[in-house]
Structures are given as C-alpha cells and as structure tokens.
C-alpha cells in the first residue's frame, strides 16, 4: 500500500478552492459565447439579402 504524502494532500487542499471556481467560471463564459455565436450565425443565415439598386 502506497505512503500517504501530506504535501500532495495540502496542495489539494489549498488549490482547489482557487481552480474549481475558475474551471467553472471559464466553462460558463464559453457557453455562454458559443450560444451567442451559434445564434447570430443562425440569424445571419436566415435573413433575407436585401439587394441596394442605386
């Protein structure tokens, strides 16, 4: 059976209150702007070209 290593175990501890947050946080905005895309794209699409004559 492996040794338990307290130093492993501490910086468990002290980082990953720091990174979830930011791993969530990052996760979110880019759904989010990836909506945003997927929309417009849609938008863009499905509008019809008006056609200036001058």
């Known amino acids: 059976m492996k040794r338990f290593n ?7 501890v002290v980082f990953i209150p720091l990174l ?3 791993a969530i946080v990052s996760g979110a ?3 989010v702007k990836k909506v945003f895309e ?3 794209a ?3 699409e499905n509008e019809p ?4 004559e001058a």
């Open 6 to 12: 307290s130093s492993m175990f501490m910086q468990w």
């Open 20 to 22: 979830l947050p930011l």
């Open 38 to 40: 997927q929309a417009s």
């Open 49 to 52: 070209i008006a056609h200036i």
């Open 29 to 31: 905005l880019d759904g």
């Open 42 to 44: 849609d938008i863009i």
